[in-house]
């Protein structure tokens, strides 16, 4: 599956909830680093599938305020780029806009990086060779 199929894929699975988070871990490596804006976090925050799976079980609650949506990830390099938004739906109403590069092994996500821009992520993405 190619970089942006895998990404598009991973977002379907976590935006159909509780029901899908099965076959939404199994587009992760066992071993999946997850990382902030490099400004913020230069160690992953998550480090496992298993860490991905106790961070979502503990944030879907709260998450009941929260609209997302994730754009359509497009290819780039060896990775794909989409953006996560986030949608606060009490007051006071925000939204957020995160770029999130996206590195894949042969058939999984390996590695998932936060940017406040699309163009670091892709910048990002362009320089890992």
């Known amino acids: 599956m190619d970089p942006a199929a895998?990404?598009?894929?991973?977002?379907?699975?976590?935006?159909?909830?509780?029901?899908?988070?099965a076959s939404f871990f199994d587009c992760f490596e066992p071993d999946v680093a997850i990382y902030w804006e490099p400004a913020l976090a230069q160690r992953?925050?998550?480090g496992s599938r298993d860490a991905l799976k106790d961070?979502?079980?503990r944030t879907r609650e709260p998450r009941a305020?929260?609209?997302l949506?994730?754009?359509d990830a497009q290819?780039?390099?060896d990775g794909a780029v989409c953006e996560l938004?986030?949608?606060q739906d009490v007051v006071p109403q925000e939204v957020w806009r995160i770029a999130l590069a996206v590195c894949v092994s042969t058939d999984r996500i390996r590695e998932v990086r936060a940017f406040w821009a699309r163009e670091s992520a892709v910048e990002w993405l362009v320089n890992l060779r």
């Open 65 to 67: 305020q929260l609209t």
């Open 6 to 21: 895998l990404a598009n894929t991973a977002a379907q699975r976590f935006l159909a909830g509780a029901g899908a988070d």
């Open 44 to 46: 992953p925050i998550l």
């Open 69 to 71: 949506t994730v754009t």
């Open 85 to 87: 938004i986030i949608e």
């Open 55 to 57: 961070w979502l079980e």
């Open 75 to 77: 290819q780039c390099g």
